[in-house]
């Protein structure tokens, strides 16, 4: 029979959890030529996973009499196909063994139905190639012969990424696939770093303790913080008295208990800044809270932070910033199309010498306080001119060099140009300022190198004049001692309590004590999407700062018509109540939003090339017909 689909396999099969027999219509020699695939759904608990069915075991199989007149037959499951979300998948496929088990011998019969079937096998086995071929990775046909498609051997390429060089030949990634995500994870938290410190430091809640050199967990003390390690990046774990250093030593447990509250893997940030002189820091991530009434240990990831330890009996201030609740996991993304480099294309060079190191290397001194750049690139275009550019800025800063490892950028170097680009002849002295590293960038490892710009230093304007006293950070208002749920006028705040401890709700006019409409900030007290602490409400006694109230917004804020109703829960106080008519200012924190979707999950490896299929015996068929010939004559 002429073969006149060029169909091996059928069309995916849903199940439904009742139908067993598929029926397929191609040709088929023998039962155990048909391979059955069975992707498994949501029943079975392993979804998305591909099981290869055994005859008899999992299935049967009923040819049809004349594979010729009528290809095809019936595969009936033992079990049917589940449904679900998503409901199993049934293939079936046509792949018949890759041998020739048909003998023509000299001058024997000639039978066109048998020379026939071999024609067919063979045609079969074209086609299955040709299948498996269309679902493999393939370079273009326009690629340069010369392109390099082999993988390292299974032990190189173990736990790597496959990636491709700057000439598009597949190999792997230097590092670990692992160690990249762990890198590329830290380089984003100590680019978080700097911002949670500058934010401590300036914090008016921040709360003041007296630091101890004793590294051993226990109470440390009235009012007194200690670390379980001398080195700061050693730092695990922290104990802090329930007593802050604060005027009147307020108990502040209530407060630091609520510290691990977040369902984040890190429950949030907590900076230790050294009062007065904020370039003495340490910033760490927090983890798990024990209360052991007195005083409070807390589990740490040490972030960032200063050269060394404080020293004994300085104080330091200490705020916490909640992170936001984990958020749901995501589905997994499409593959990505593969990215464009970025900047000039060098190769980072280990040697530290002021010498040059070749074509198209990028390498810093042994101090890194000056970068090499060669005069081409590795394309070799000249770069000279560009790179000289480099220190046109008029400010002292003249920009900014990032060094970034092609084949894995979350690796890279950032240096601050802080003088005159001076030329070697062949090369380029740069100085330079290291801001921040990442990751590992070795010795000829190709990298992109990119400058951006500092603006030009202005002009000194002219001196103003001097301005009013500015009112305290934070919205200014008058306590009132109304619990009631009505206006109280203008510029007041007064909760549903006379006691801090049980307030549940705050009111806020719709005015602040100067008459300025603050409706918009209070409608934006509830904006984050961690519904279950949307922020912290501090209130401050204006005229004796260190008597505050601590609470948690709660839930949705409420418009009662000329004022506000905002649900909280009290967290800290250090005062009972304030009386009526003081003047207090309102400072809010807000929550951060619930997590966002999960990252796209990476590329699976290459499958196996099939083997070739069998070219046709053309003699052989060539003889047969020979033979039929002379029969006839």
């Known amino acids: 029979m002429t073969l006149s689909t060029e169909a091996i396999k059928t069309a995916v099969f849903d199940g439904n959890g009742s139908t067993t027999a598929f029926a397929f219509t191609f040709k088929c020699f023998a039962q155990a030529d048909l391979v059955v695939t069975l992707t498994r759904g949501s029943a079975s608990g392993t979804s998305g996973v591909e099981e290869t069915e055994a005859l008899t075991t999992d299935y049967t199989v009923s040819l049809n009499a004349n594979q010729n007149s009528s290809p095809g037959g019936t595969v009936t499951m033992v079990v ?31 039978f066109a139905n048998v020379v026939e079937d071999m024609v067919d096998r063979n045609t079969i086995l074209s086609r299955r190639a040709q299948e498996i071929t269309t679902r493999a990775i393939q370079i273009p046909v326009t690629d340069d012969t010369g392109t390099t498609v082999a993988l390292p051997t299974e032990t190189l390429r173990a736990n790597k990424a496959i990636v491709f060089d700057s000439s598009g030949n597949v190999g792997v990634s230097a590092d670990n696939y692992v160690d990249q995500t762990t890198a590329s994870a830290a380089s984003a938290s100590a680019a978080a770093a700097s911002a949670l410190v500058a934010q401590a430091s300036a914090s008016a809640v921040a709360f003041p303790f007296a630091f101890s050199t004793t590294t051993t967990m226990g109470d440390p003390g009235s009012g007194v913080v200690r670390v379980n390690n001398a080195s700061l990046a050693s730092v695990t774990a922290i104990a802090f008295d329930a007593l802050s250093a604060d005027t ?23 900076i230790m800044v050294e009062e007065g002189t904020p370039a003495n820091f340490a910033v760490f991530a927090v983890g798990a809270v024990t209360d052991n009434s007195g005083w409070l240990q807390v589990a740490v990831t040490y972030v960032d932070g200063g050269s060394s330890l404080f020293t004994n009996s300085t104080k330091v201030r200490c705020n916490f910033t909640r992170n936001g609740d984990k958020g749901d996991t995501g589905l997994t993304g499409s593959t990505g199309a593969t990215g464009s480099g970025e900047g000039i294309e060098m190769a980072w060079e280990a040697n530290t010498t002021d010498t040059d190191q070749g074509a198209a290397t990028v390498w810093v001194n042994g101090s890194s306080n000056v970068l090499y750049m060669d005069d081409v690139d590795s394309n070799g275009a000249n770069i000279n001119s560009f790179v000289d550019s480099w220190d046109d800025s008029g400010s002292t800063i003249k920009g900014r060099i990032s060094v970034k490892k092609q084949v894995a950028p979350e690796n890279y170097k950032i240096y601050n140009v802080t003088g005159s680009v001076t030329s070697a002849s062949t090369y380029s002295k740069i100085p330079v300022t290291a801001v921040v590293s990442a990751g590992t960038i070795s010795d000829g490892d190709a990298v ?17 004049s001097t301005g009013a006293q500015g009112a305290s950070v934070g919205v200014a208002l008058l306590w009132d001692t109304d619990t009631s749920d009505a206006d109280s006028g203008a510029g007041k705040v007064f909760g549903n309590n006379g006691t801090f401890a049980s307030i549940s709700q705050l009111y806020i006019d719709d005015v602040d004590s100067a008459g300025t409409n603050i409706e918009a900030w209070i409608q934006s007290l509830d904006d984050s999407t961690t519904t279950s602490a949307r922020g912290t409400i501090t209130l401050v006694k204006t005229t004796a700062q260190t008597q505050i109230g601590v609470f948690t917004v709660t839930g949705a804020v409420v418009d009662g018509t000329g004022y506000w109703k905002i649900p909280c829960s009290h967290v800290f106080s250090n005062v009972g109540s304030l009386a009526d008519g003081d003047a207090v200012t309102a400072v809010f924190t807000r929550s951060g939003n619930v997590g966002a979707t999960g990252s796209t999950g990476s590329t699976g490896s290459t499958g196996p090339q099939g083997d070739p299929g069998e070219a046709t015996n053309g003699f052989a068929i060539a003889m047969a017909v020979a033979l039929m010939v002379f029969n006839l004559v």
């Open 80 to 110: 049917a196909p589940a449904a679900g979300s998503p409901a199993e998948k049934l293939l079936i496929s046509n792949a018949p063994s890759y041998t020739q088990g048909t003998d023509i011998t000299n001058g024997g019969a000639f």
């Open 248 to 270: 009147g030593s307020p108990d502040i447990s209530d407060f630091m208990v609520t510290w691990d509250d977040s369902t984040s893997t890190i429950n949030g940030h907590l």
């Open 448 to 464: 992109h190198v990119s400058f951006s710009r500092a603006g030009d230093k202005g002009t000194t304007g002219d001196t103003g």
